[in-house]
């Protein structure tokens, strides 16, 4: 053994020692690693991965624990023993063995880290920066650099080596190499992380201008969670490739629409149908209403007709009560007083009328100068109640809507009976409820069940 393979291998195993010794005296501390970096990592997938691997099976052999520095000492006795008998080749062999396999070992993350910060920079946040990389890599140098150093210590004399570089069959090797290298480049370089469109370059989808191009294609996959982490023009790659495969059965035909036409063509039919349908709903709920208008016996001295509905069945009227300033009109007490009679309840400044939310209602107001006659026949319930208007204005509304039927306190201030007329929907038709509200002046809190409604069992 010569004395420079001596040096190199005395280097070795002082590092492999070294490493050890820094193993054995961490103490580890915490650090975050980013799930939300938008950018293209591999080596930090296949780093992880395949060392995990690895390691699964290097626990199980001793001359790869702490560091793989028995590993070292195993190939020095290797290839010393072996150059004492005379077969140096052989112990150079299998200390090259054990450097691969060192280097295989410990080398796959350090390499990995190297591609992420080659492809994009930003991939280091995924390794949890300079602190998450170091926490991983750092008991990996020790055994890189000792596989190094034993590599250096059996390499071929330069002599040797320009015989080899000179020879036909190691040229036609290298050429080979390079144009396999060359061509598995060609779809790697397609796999850069490229530019990711975000979510704060898209605007209102429901924009016709903005629903169309691909940007707009782009938008509706980050919207859906999907190819976040892929680069724009992979993303409109698969788009334009679903797009040349599109069938109308296949789904997708949203999210394929901006880029492509046969999809566009499809949402625009059924969009065309479903608002077909909607108008003929809404026809059909007009021609209800309008069958089911009301016939005064008296003369109205205003009459107000919408077909609305509301969020949770109830239509009210707040308005205010210099006598209770304090008063919640969330509160529900007054809802629960309505719900004893099941249509109507009143307190000053506050009116409460309760339909059922699921179904539209076909809503008319009457104002009369005078009590009108009561009228029950074809109603399913009648109640009449006595109201106060502190304010004047009396505006029936959803509450979560924010519109009704205006100007009903035709007098001002003062108080009036409101008389609520109801008629269920045709449940299995699915058409509307009916309301009838007659306002007029009256005094008296008292409440009249004309006709109760059905109670259900």
Not at 48 to 56: N, P, V
Not at 104 to 113: E, S, V
Not at 154 to 183: D, E, K, Q, T
Request: hydrophobic share 45%.
């Amino acid at each position: 053994m010569s004395t420079r393979s001596r040096l190199w291998w005395a280097v070795a195993l002082s590092i492999s020692g070294a490493g050890v010794g820094y193993a054995l005296s961490l103490d580890r501390s915490s650090f975050i690693i980013a799930s939300w970096v938008f950018s293209f990592c591999p080596g930090r997938e296949v780093g992880f991965q395949a060392t995990r691997l690895l390691w699964e099976a290097a626990q199980w052999v001793p001359p790869f624990w702490y560091g793989a520095a028995p590993l070292v000492v195993l190939a020095l006795g290797a290839h010393w023993l072996a150059t004492r008998r005379g077969r140096p080749r052989a112990g150079r062999v299998a200390a090259r063995v054990a450097a691969g396999a060192i280097l295989l070992l410990h080398g796959l993350g350090p390499a990995g880290l190297a591609v992420d910060l080659a492809l994009d920079r930003s991939c280091l946040e995924s390794w949890g920066g300079w602190e998450g990389a170091r926490f991983f890599l750092d008991t990996d140098v020790a055994p890189i650099v000792a596989a190094f150093c034993v590599l250096a210590a059996v390499r071929i004399p330069r002599h040797r080596v320009r015989r080899l570089l000179r020879s036909r069959p190691f040229r036609r090797w290298v050429a080979g190499v390079a144009v396999v290298g060359l061509l598995a480049q060609v779809p790697v370089a397609d796999l850069a992380a490229g530019p990711i469109t975000s979510l704060d370059r898209c605007g209102d989808p429901y924009r016709s201008g903005e629903r169309v191009g691909g940007l707009a294609f782009l938008c509706g996959l980050r919207r859906n969670g999907r190819f976040t982490v892929v680069g724009d023009h992979l993303a409109l790659a698969y788009g334009r490739a679903r797009c040349a495969a599109y069938r109308p059965s296949g789904g997708d035909s949203g999210l394929l629409a901006p880029i492509c036409p046969a999809a566009a063509a499809v949402v625009r039919r059924e969009a065309e149908r479903e608002a077909a349908e909607w108008r003929a709903e809404e026809a059909a709920a007009q021609r209800v209403c309008d069958r089911a208008r009301h016939r005064p016996r008296v003369r109205p001295l205003r009459v107000v007709r919408e077909r609305t509905r509301t969020d949770y069945g109830v239509l009210e009227s707040v308005e205010w009560n210099p006598a209770e300033p304090e008063y919640d009109p969330y509160d529900l007490g007054l809802l629960a007083k309505a719900q004893d009679n099941g249509l109507v309840a009143a307190r000053p400044g506050h009116l409460i009328v309760l339909s059922h939310s699921d179904f539209e209602i076909c809503l008319t107001a009457e104002t009369y100068r005078r009590r009108p006659p009561v009228e029950v026949k074809g109603w399913d319930s009648v109640v009449e109640v006595g109201y106060e208007s502190t304010s004047g204005s009396i505006e029936l509304m959803d509450p979560m809507a924010g519109e009704g039927l205006a100007g009903l306190a035709f007098r001002g201030k003062g108080h009036y009976r409101v008389r609520v007329h109801y008629r269920e929907p045709d449940y299995d038709a699915w058409t509307p409820q009916h309301l009838l509200i007659m306002i007029f002046p009256g005094r008296g809190e008292d409440v009249v069940e004309f006709r109760r409604p059905r109670r259900e069992s």
